[in-house]
C-alpha cells in the first residue's frame, strides 16, 4: 500500500512540475496582429518549500522600457488591490500561477473600479532551447493574440 501511494505521488508531481526556463534570452521576437518587436527576457527560477518562484524580466530592444513579473507556480490566486488617495480609483488584480505538462501557466485579471480592463492567459514553455511566451486574452476591450520566441 504504501509503494502504491509512493507511486502515485511521484507521478502526480511529475504531472505538475515547472520546466526549468532560467536564462538570459537576448533575441526575443514579439509577433502579433500589431507588428513585431524585439526584446531581451531573463527569467530567474527557484524553489523554495516545493513552490517554483519565477521573476521575469524583460527590456524592450528599442525603448528600454523594463518589466518585472514575479509568480509563485502554486495554482492559489493571489489578489492585489491599490487604492488611488488623489482619485479612490481602485485597481485590482488577481494572478493565478500553476506548471502543467511542462509549461507555467499564468492567469491575470485587472479590473478598474470593478470594470474589466485585461483578462489574460499566458503560457511560457521551452522548446528545443527556445523561450516561448504565448499570450491570449483582451486587454481594453480588445482581443491580444501575441506569440514571443527567444532564440
Do not use: H, W
Not at 35 to 64: A, C, H, K, L, P
Request: glycine content about 6%.
Amino acid at each position: 500500500m504504501r509503494r502504491l501511494l509512493g507511486m502515485i505521488l511521484l507521478l502526480s508531481s511529475e504531472a505538475f512540475a515547472c520546466p526549468d526556463l532560467s536564462g538570459f534570452y537576448k533575441n526575443c521576437q514579439s509577433t502579433s496582429p500589431e507588428g513585431t518587436s524585439q526584446s531581451n527576457v531573463q527569467i530567474e527560477q527557484n524553489v523554495s518549500n516545493n513552490i517554483y518562484q519565477f521573476i521575469i524580466r524583460s527590456t524592450d530592444s528599442q525603448t528600454g522600457d523594463q518589466s518585472v513579473e514575479k509568480y509563485l507556480a502554486d495554482g492559489k490566486t493571489r489578489v492585489s488591490t491599490l487604492k488611488d488617495p488623489d482619485n479612490g480609483t481602485v485597481i485590482k488584480t488577481q494572478t493565478t500561477a500553476a506548471c502543467t505538462n511542462q509549461s507555467l501557466n499564468v492567469k491575470l485579471y485587472v479590473s478598474i473600479d470593478g470594470e474589466t480592463l485585461a483578462s489574460m492567459d499566458v503560457k511560457v514553455t521551452k522548446q528545443n532551447g527556445q523561450l516561448v511566451q504565448v499570450f491570449r486574452g483582451e486587454n481594453m476591450g480588445e482581443p491580444v493574440s501575441e506569440t514571443v520566441t527567444c532564440y
